[in-house]
């Protein structure tokens, strides 16, 4: 039976409202919802009677076009699908759409070959196969690269219609960045495919440029009664002609970009260039030397990360510094892998020596981001760079980076009961060749926090001040120093005396352990942690090499009095 437009469309719009299970249907709804799709599709008004949504209705549930739509009534009144995830898209083709699509296929053949139509050649194929295993039931014989759980495709039709009517459309968006959902008008001019995810192009508005959107970050699409905002100087094949991918910049001129690739590589770059203007201009023994004249972007940086080990940039040199820098950060990403039993093995050492290390807590790029946003807040708010109390009560921005996967795991494995009291940023810089004698930090009683006027970053003792601690203090307190800089002994490393946390010193008693032991030196890189207990002997020397020493030092405790008090250093955090 044959079936015009307006009734598909028609089919399609029942479909859509009956899949819809957070809404009740009844058949005035189903008719406003058709005539406001055949609008849609035809920019006029289409009468639409009762009797042909129940024509409708009786059609879909029928085999006559293969659909056995499972369409009841119920309270007598509203339309469902018995089944919640039938859908009539969801049904096999009729046999005799198959027949038609044979005839399209052997039509569509016959125009093979011919330069015009060289573009349909693998939809010719996709066709023939599926035409094949639908008359057959048999396995496909061409498997063709698809996702069937890509988000967005839904609205690849829809958004076909709006561009080919030239209609503005109102779409609600979430990019990957973004923390919440906008809704805006957007004009579109373009649906684009690249490496099996779809993009639609166009403008939001005219005195803003071309940018392209994600079909799988689209949350809603309906049409726009603002004016369609044509832009006559976008043409497609310019636009893409000098990038790969969808990421274009139209004011950024194309570079020469030289690529060696390995012999064991070469073929397939060869084979399937990265852009039409790659050319060979060197070959050797070990491999291919390649060169295209493309703009620096996104995808470019991805398809060159995609062979690994198997390329290398050779110009220009701010390309290859970026993927040396990704590179170095993969690897990164491998290196700060920490296992259950370094993590057990590191508690046990500050639980007996006083101290700990663990290298690799945070990759180079944590730290880069560390160190971009402090240097940012003191030259913004002309901070005091060292020494720098409260500092995340300052830049609560910094938790995000600081409190990751492996910072939680390292605290959980020492103490559960652990809870943040101090906070400081220290920066030593390449001029200052300050040094700190050996000592111990004795953390003060504070039995009670009282506000008081004056005072920012002492709390007011109530009771006796400086009162000694109790003995078992070192148990369930511990800090922690974050280096965003490599330490070295000759950069001025933090000496410790291993064991030296189990009670209080006097002078005397100092002198003699630090003059009559051998310290450890603890020496990190950047991204590295210390632990350390509160009673542990420790200094630094003067630095011999004028290197920046930048450590974000943080207290935690887990001692709480019998009337709820704790024990608290001089910051709640």
């Not at 995810?197 to 809603?220: P, T, Y």
């Not at 450890?520 to 090499?545: D, M, N, T």
Request: contains cysteine; glycine residues 4%.
């Amino acid at each position: 039976m044959a079936v015009n437009k307006n009734a598909l469309i028609r089919y399609k719009t029942i479909d859509k409202c009956l899949q819809n299970h957070f809404r009740q249907w009844t058949l005035n709804d189903l008719i406003e919802a058709v005539s406001d799709a055949l609008y849609e599709y035809e920019a006029k008004d289409v009468d639409v009677s009762k009797r042909t949504v129940q024509l409708d209705l009786q059609m879909m549930r029928s085999d006559k076009l293969g659909y056995n739509a499972p369409i009841e009534v119920y309270d007598r009144k509203y339309y469902r699908y018995a089944d919640e995830d039938y859908s009539i898209t969801n049904s096999p083709i009729s046999n005799q759409d198959l027949s038609k699509l044979s005839e399209a296929v052997s039509f569509l053949k016959q125009f093979q070959g011919f330069s015009h139509f060289s573009e349909l050649g693998s939809m010719v194929q996709k066709l023939e196969d599926h035409v094949y295993t639908q008359k057959t039931h048999e396995k496909s014989l061409i498997d063709f690269e698809k996702n069937d759980n890509l988000k967005g495709l839904v609205f690849l039709d829809q958004l076909y219609q709006f561009i080919l009517k030239k209609q503005a459309i109102e779409m609600t968006y979430k990019s990957f960045k973004a923390r919440q959902e906008s809704t805006f008008v957007f004009h579109p001019y373009l649906l684009k495919e690249f490496r099996n995810r779809w993009f639609v192009i166009g403008k939001r508005k005219s005195n803003e440029g071309i940018m392209n959107l994600a079909l799988d970050r689209i949350i809603a699409v309906k049409k726009s009664d603002k004016p369609f905002i044509a832009d006559n100087d976008f043409d497609s094949e310019a636009y893409y002609k000098n990038a790969i991918g969808v990421s274009v910049s139209p004011s950024l001129k194309p570079e020469t970009v030289v690529l060696y690739v390995h012999h064991k590589q070469a073929p397939y770059i060869l084979t399937k260039p990265f852009h039409h203007t790659q050319k060979e201009i060197a070959r050797d023994n070990y491999g291919v030397t390649i060169a295209l004249e493309v703009q620096l972007n996104f995808e470019l940086e991805k398809e060159i990360l995609g062979l690994g080990e198997g390329i290398k940039v050779v110009a220009p040199e701010r390309l290859k510094r970026a993927i040396k820098e990704r590179l170095y950060d993969a690897v990164d990403v491998y290196e700060t892998e920490i296992n259950d039993k370094n993590l057990r093995t590191i508690s046990k050492r500050l639980e007996y020596k006083g101290f700990g290390i663990l290298n690799h807590v945070y990759t180079k790029r944590d730290i880069r981001k560390l160190k971009a946003k402090l240097e940012a807040y003191i030259k913004h708010h002309n901070e005091q760079a060292f020494g720098m109390r409260e500092v995340l009560l300052k830049m609560p921005e910094l938790k995000d980076i600081l409190f990751n996967k492996n910072f939680k795991k390292l605290i959980k494995t020492i103490n559960k009961e652990a809870f943040l009291t101090k906070a400081i940023y220290f920066d030593k810089s390449p001029q200052d060749n300050w040094y700190v004698s050996w000592h111990q930090d004795v953390p003060i009683n504070v039995l009670e926090k009282i506000e008081t006027k004056g005072f920012t970053s002492w709390t007011n003792k109530k009771g006796v001040i400086g009162v000694r601690p109790p003995e078992d203090i070192s148990k369930n307190t511990f800090a922690m120093r974050i280096h965003l800089d490599d330490t070295t002994v000759k950069n001025g490393a933090l000496k410790v005396i291993p064991g030296s946390h189990q009670k209080r010193l006097t002078d005397e008693e100092i002198k003699l352990i630090t003059t009559n032991s051998i310290p450890f030196v603890s020496e990190l890189g950047a991204g590295g942690v210390q632990l350390l207990k509160p009673l542990l002997l420790h200094a630094s020397s003067a630095s011999k090499v004028q290197r920046r020493r930048r450590v974000l030092h943080l207290e935690f405790s887990s001692i709480e009095l019998p009337n709820g008090l704790q024990y608290a250093e001089r910051e709640d955090l």
